[in-house]
């Protein structure tokens, strides 16, 4: 579980240092809260997100985001598709909270 503060993820190298931190500790899943997120994630534009996803899948790392993520879907119809579909894989989800993410695991 990573804290609020530090590096915002945002593709490229922070997301290889993530998966290189995660994997150091042999961990197989990341939860990253949302203001750990970059917007660009978010606006789906870049595609910071579709790389993020694919280098946690290359390295068999599940990511987590956990946290608010109402204003961000609200104005992107892609964004919402987005998050549902990785919702109903095992790779990459959306949550509300730890709690949703420990029922998830569960």
Do not use: W, Y
Not at 52 to 77: F, Q, T, W
């Amino acid at each position: 579980m990573c804290d609020n503060g530090g590096t915002k993820l945002g593709g490229g190298q922070t997301a290889l240092d993530l998966i290189g931190d995660a994997l150091g500790c042999q961990a197989d899943l990341v939860a990253v809260p949302v203001e750990r997120v970059a917007d660009d994630f978010f606006s789906l534009r870049p595609g910071v997100a579709g790389e993020v996803a694919r280098k946690c899948v290359h390295h068999r790392l599940r990511l987590a985001v956990i946290g608010d993520i109402a204003s961000h879907v609200a104005g992107s119809d892609a964004l919402r598709g987005f998050v549902r579909e990785a919702n109903r894989g095992h790779r990459l989800g959306f949550v509300s909270d730890r709690a949703e993410l420990e029922e998830r695991l569960g």
